[in-house]
Each structure stands twice: as structure tokens, then as C-alpha cells.
């Protein structure tokens, strides 16, 4: 059937249900049939929702009930200056995935947000570049087993910890890329959870840690006592603000970095080395502190939020993704004058270039512009240039905002650009 307004009908009659418009016909009527079945339901008028420009089909896998798309303004900052070929701060260490300079897309609704970053990266641009490096990857899955008490649970624990190879060729039975890195065993009471750790290269890797996962739990309840309760027991930890993820890390751990010269700062920041420092340290540490915040930071879940939208990352994982502890040094040099360090450490970036919104037309194109679109070669190497890039992005956001907090410029800034 073909035809909107009959399919429509039929929803508003009963005689379909409004997830079943697809077994019916192809993916774009549905959304049509959806829309207009809403727009009379709720009196409204959504053309501008349904003025979308890729085949509907492209997003079956991403999206159930589709009725159009929702448009968020895409800018773009940059070029992102990092070095991932040679150190700027230290000689002989091991290079990062990202090198030379890269424009990334940035999608958001905030004024002032892209101007504050590409603020940023032109001053990192000017400082000679940041570096950035991943210093640990694994996606986490952790599901969680009910076993009768302390003796069945350390009974399990032995076992997880002597059989790591049948873990691992169960596991990675399902998956031609990911590969199983450790697992951790929790104890608490008749509870055992398992930390699953994979290198899921190019993809974020959450569908393929938990195929991968659900195979090996299959042993586990056949060689041990555990019973399995539920494939993932939050001590992964998806989607919820979790010490566990600051510490120990979830997908990409990255840290960037920049040394930018005293008279840069006061040129292109207007303000001093010393007066960031101060405004990090009591800001971003001792406020952060007092909060009793998980991240230490002024605003990286902005840059990771708004490259997350524009790349086709999963935006729920903003959560933990933004978990970033930002640091603020002065260095003094021999003629007295003062440069500044700067830092991000992100513990746990969640992001892939294959796979879930990747593969989406706009976000693909996204994923073009910084040369990161699919598998990398060697595979995992675009994910963690994307990683790099946007920690470098992150550090630049931070670097202009704590620049404007310093100079008592943020709601002048947000009167000019953000209303
Ligand atoms: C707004 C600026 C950059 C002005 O800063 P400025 O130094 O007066 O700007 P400028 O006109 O001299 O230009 C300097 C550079 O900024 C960039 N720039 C400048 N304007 C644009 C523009 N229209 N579009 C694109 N880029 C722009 C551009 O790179 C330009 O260099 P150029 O290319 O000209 O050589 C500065 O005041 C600033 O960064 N303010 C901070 C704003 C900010 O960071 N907002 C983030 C959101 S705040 C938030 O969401 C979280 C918060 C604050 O609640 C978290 C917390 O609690 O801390
Ligand atoms: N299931 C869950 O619990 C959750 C799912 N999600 C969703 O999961 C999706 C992301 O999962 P993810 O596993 O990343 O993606 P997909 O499920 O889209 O799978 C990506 C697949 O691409 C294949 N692939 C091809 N080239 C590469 C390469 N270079 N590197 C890595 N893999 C490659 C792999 O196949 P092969 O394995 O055969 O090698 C991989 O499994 C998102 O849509 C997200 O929203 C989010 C949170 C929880």
C-alpha cells in the first residue's frame, strides 16, 4: 500500500498498530502515515519535521516510530592543530592516531559555543599545536550473577580468573573485529559481577561487547555456580554518572595538552597565565570539589555533546564521555614572563567512526570532513583519531571560557552571541 492518508486511517482506526507502518510499505510512506496520524491526534502541523533529506530507509536501524528528523544547527571550528606525529612538550614518545590539522563539525543549539572553541584552537593553532594521546581503550560490558553466598562467589572468581582464554574464544566467536581485553570480577554478597574489557577498534562497541558478552556469560553459568540475573549490572557503567568510568576508564581514556606562551594569552585570550590558573584551580578543582562533582572541568560536555551529535556518537553516553578533569599550570621562563599549561583528561570518551549513527547521511558526511569516516587502517585508528580531536576540542573550550571567566567577558559574550 502506498497511499499516506489511508494508512493513516487505518492507524487512527486500530486496524494497524503505529509501529507496524513498515511491514506495509516502504520506509518513507510509514514516516508520511506517522506524521499525518500525529498531526491529527495532537492538532499540530509537522512539515518542518518531515522536510528531511535522507531516504528514511538509511535510518531503519536507528530509529522505530520515525516521523522526520530533528535539525540541530552544524557549524564547524578549527582546523585542530594536533601533533600527533612528534611531542611539543617532550622528545622520543609514541605518536597519537591524529596528526596535522582537521576542521570538525560541531552541532549544537548554544550561541557562542563554536566561537568560544575555534577561539581556542586558534590560540592552540598559534602555540604550535596540542598533543593528544590515548593511554587506554576498552569498552566496558559488566554483567551481574547471583551465586548463594561468599564460598559459591570466590569459587567463580577463581574460575573467571584461571579461564581468561575460554572467555576470550567465546567471546570474541561472535565478533570479527572486537577483542577481549580483561575481565574484572565484583564481589558483593551473593552478587558477582563480571567487568568485560574490549578493544572494539573503529566501533564504540556497545551492541558488540554485549553479543560478545551474552556468549561468554553461556560458559560461565555452565562452569561455575553463577546464574546469571542481568547481561549488563550497571558496574559497566552505560550511561549513568559512575566513579568507576573516571577511574578505571570506558572506551577511550585521552588527555591533550598545550604550553602556550604568556604574550599569546594576553594578545588572544585578554587576559594572563596566572589569572587562568587561579580561575581552573578555583573553579574547576575547588568548586568542582565542593559540588562534590564527578568531572573537573568548566564545559566539556559541550564539545563532546555537540561532535557527538555531529559524528553520529550515541548522545546518552555525553554522560560519562565528558567526564574530564582539566588542568591550569604557569611555567615560569628564564626572561620572567610566564607561559601557561594547559590539560584534559577525558577518562572515558565513548565514540566510533563504523556503526550505530555513523552510518546516517549527515553524520557521515560529518565523519568525511575530518578524513574519519569507517574503518581505520590499522583498524581502530580512525576512533581514536576522532578521540584526539575531540579531547583538542575539549581543550580549547576550556582554554576560551575560563580566558572569558578570567576577563569578566562570558555574559557579554552570551549578550553578543547568544541571544
Ligand atoms: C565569544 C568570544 C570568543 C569572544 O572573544 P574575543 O576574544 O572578544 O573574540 P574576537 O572577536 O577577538 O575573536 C577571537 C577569535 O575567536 C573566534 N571567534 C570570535 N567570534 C567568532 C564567531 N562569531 N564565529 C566563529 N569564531 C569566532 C575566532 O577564532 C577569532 O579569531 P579570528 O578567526 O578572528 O582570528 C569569547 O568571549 C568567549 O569565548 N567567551 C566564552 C563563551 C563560552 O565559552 N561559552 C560556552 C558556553 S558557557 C556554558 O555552556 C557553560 C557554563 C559557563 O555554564 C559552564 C560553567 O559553569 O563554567
Ligand atoms: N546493545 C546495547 O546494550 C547497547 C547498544 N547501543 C547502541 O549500539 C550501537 C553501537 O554499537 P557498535 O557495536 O559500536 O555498532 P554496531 O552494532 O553498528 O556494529 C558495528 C560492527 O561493525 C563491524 N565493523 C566493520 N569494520 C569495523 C572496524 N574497523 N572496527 C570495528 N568494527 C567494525 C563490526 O562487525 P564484527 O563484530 O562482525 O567484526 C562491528 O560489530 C549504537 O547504535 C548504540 O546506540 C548503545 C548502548 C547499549
Redesign the pocket.
Known sequence: MTDPEELAEQVREGDLRIHELEDHTDSDTAAEARRLFVERETGTDLETIGDYSFPAEAADPNIENMIGAAQIPMGV?GPVAVNGAESSLSSGTDGGAANGEHYLPLATT?G?????V??G??VIRSAGGADARITKNGMTRAPVFRVAGVAEAAETVEWVNENGDALAEAAESTTSHGELIDVEPYVVGDSVYLRFAYDTKDAMGMNMATIATGEACEIVERETPASLVALSGNLCSDKKPAAINAVEGRGRSVTADVLIPGELVEE???TTADAIVEANTR?NLTGSAKAGSLGFN??AA?VVAAAFLATGQDEAQVVEAANTITTMDAREREDGTTDLYASVSLASLEVGTVGGGTKLPTQSEALEVLGLRGGGDPAGSNADALAEIIAVGALA?EL??L???ASR??A???E??GR
Do not use: F, I, M
Open positions: 571550528v548554544e557562542a559555543l563554536l566561537a568560544s575555534n577561539r584552537l586558534g588572544r585570550l585578554h573553579k568548566a564545559h559541550n573550550g576560551s571560557l580566558a572569558a571567566l567577558h562570558l557579554s559574550a552570551h553578543d552571541l
